[in-house]
């Protein structure tokens, strides 16, 4: 069954540092997500991209926040500059149509210290 | 400090009897409804869907119920089994938006062998 992968599974890293999470979403999807969850919390949306642009983005993706898809295979999520309250579980989605059949990766756990 | 959490509904239920999870979802508009599992550690994992044109919708020993009068969804788990113990998630999306999800807060499922 296809699965979308992401790398790496845990990153951690000091307050103000960039990091770059990278996800591979399923290779015939055309729409991609970012969630985050806080430990213990609900898995809450950061932004949705189709079409090479931000289609949707909620409060929590201010301009420290930015995604990429720089090939035809990864989609990026970076942080510019880390803050404690970042340290999350990431994960990135795709989907073959905006509401259908939603994949999740297994997620990168973000520590910042 | 002390940390704030969300305090997760527990259902504990014997091996081999149904369980079912209850969900209220916030959106009049939504039309799309995916029950997730979630293992600690681990991704939101798809269950089940249903339209918000139908009222429910059967899986291999998983039934989702939708009661778009009172915003209520539930998932019933046939013959639980140790194996289905994780937090369950039910999640909405609504026509408009480009397909973000907005999950609920979860129920942890515990199976008593």
């Known amino acids: 069954e296809p699965e979308v992968t992401q790398t790496p599974s845990h990153q951690v890293t000091q307050m103000g540092q960039e990091v770059i999470l990278r996800c591979v979403p399923i290779?015939?999807?055309?729409?991609f997500y970012w969630y985050r969850q806080i430990l213990g919390q609900k898995v809450e949306f950061l932004v949705s991209f189709y079409n090479n642009e931000i289609s949707e983005k909620s409060e929590i993706f201010d301009d420290q926040f930015s995604v990429e898809r720089p090939d035809g295979s990864n989609f990026t999520l970076k942080i510019r500059s880390t803050k404690l309250e970042d340290s999350a579980m990431y994960f990135c989605?795709?989907?073959?149509?905006?509401?259908?059949?939603?994949?999740f990766g297994s997620g990168t756990r973000l520590t910042v210290v | 400090g002390e940390s704030v959490g969300l305090h997760l509904p527990t259902l504990s239920v014997q091996e081999g009897d149904n369980s079912i999870i209850n969900c209220a979802y916030s959106n009049s508009a939504s039309d799309y409804f995916i029950w997730y599992k979630q293992e600690s550690g681990k991704g939101p994992q798809f269950i089940i869907d249903i339209r918000s044109n139908m009222d429910k919708r059967q899986g291999q020993r998983v039934t989702v119920l939708l009661n778009k009068t009172v915003k209520h969804l539930s998932l019933q788990i046939a013959a639980t089994q140790p194996g289905d113990s994780a937090v369950y998630f039910c999640?909405?999306?609504?026509?408009?938006?480009?397909?973000?999800?907005?999950f609920g807060k979860g129920t942890k499922l515990s199976v008593k062998p």
């Open positions: 989605a795709s989907t073959r149509t905006a509401n259908y059949g939603y994949t």
């Open positions: 999640a909405e999306n609504y026509g408009g938006s480009q397909g973000n999800l907005i």
């Open positions: 290779s015939n999807h055309l729409y």
